[in-house]
């Protein structure tokens, strides 16, 4: 599995932005995904993770009420949907996959990773 993230940019506080992640090759099978993030410095953190039916989310705890992932199996698409940013989420984003069809918090669960997009909120 091959996962393209794309849709990081320059945001002001308080805006907006939607990523999303292409999967190709073996997507027939069942795929969860989730994003994780890394900030200079920092270690990566997971963001959100959603079910292979896109039934079943779960977001990091300063995530929640304000990202929103989901996905679009026709398309092999994961969204992350990120409102009300703040500075402190200045980062890079990457996708990944695990070839289960449930999500999991840790980094270690996945198999597949994207090569991340810049996210940078301005103050």
């Known amino acids: 599995v091959q996962l393209q993230a794309s849709g990081g940019g320059l945001v002001q506080a308080g805006g907006s932005l939607r990523l999303s992640c292409a999967a190709s090759g073996r997507t027939s099978s069942s795929i969860a995904m989730g994003w994780f993030r890394q900030a200079p410095g920092k270690e990566r953190e997971f963001v959100a993770a959603i079910s292979w039916s896109g039934g079943t989310t779960d977001y990091a705890d300063s995530m929640k009420g304000r990202f929103t992932i989901s996905r679009r199996n026709a398309k092999n698409t994961v969204y992350l949907q990120m409102d009300s940013l703040k500075p402190e989420d200045t980062a890079v984003y990457y996708c990944?996959?695990?070839?289960?069809?449930?999500?999991?918090?840790?980094?270690?669960?996945?198999?597949?990773w994207g090569q991340g997009t810049q996210v940078t909120v301005s103050s």
């Open positions: 990944a996959a695990r070839s289960v069809s449930y999500g999991s918090r840790y980094s270690d669960a996945y198999d597949y």
